[in-house]
């Protein structure tokens, strides 16, 4: 009764906000951090240990939406070196 009605009705609400304010590509990848949130909530309700491969991991998931999401200042190489 809880997962069916209050946890996906709110999350398809807040889903469905996120994508009036910004494109969908970009809040797809707000999806990529799933995996790190299982790992805080495990962490918090079941006691489950965080090992230094898992930290690394996450990281690396951060590191990739980041690297995904942010709009990098590209520069001609003629420009550069011209």
Do not use: H, R
């Not at 805080?40 to 991991?57: A, M, P, V």
Request: hydrophobic residues 60%; aromatic residues 18%; contains cysteine.
């Amino acid at each position: 009764m809880f997962n069916g009605l209050f946890s996906t009705a709110f999350t398809f609400v807040v889903w469905f906000w996120i994508l009036n304010k910004i494109d969908a590509s970009k809040a797809s990848m707000a999806l990529m951090f799933v995996p790190i949130l299982a790992i805080i909530f495990g962490w918090l309700q079941l006691g489950e240990k965080i090992t230094i491969s898992i930290i690394i991991g996450s990281l690396f998931i951060c590191a990739g939406i980041f690297m995904n999401t942010y709009n990098f200042k590209s520069t001609p190489l003629l420009k550069k070196f011209g």
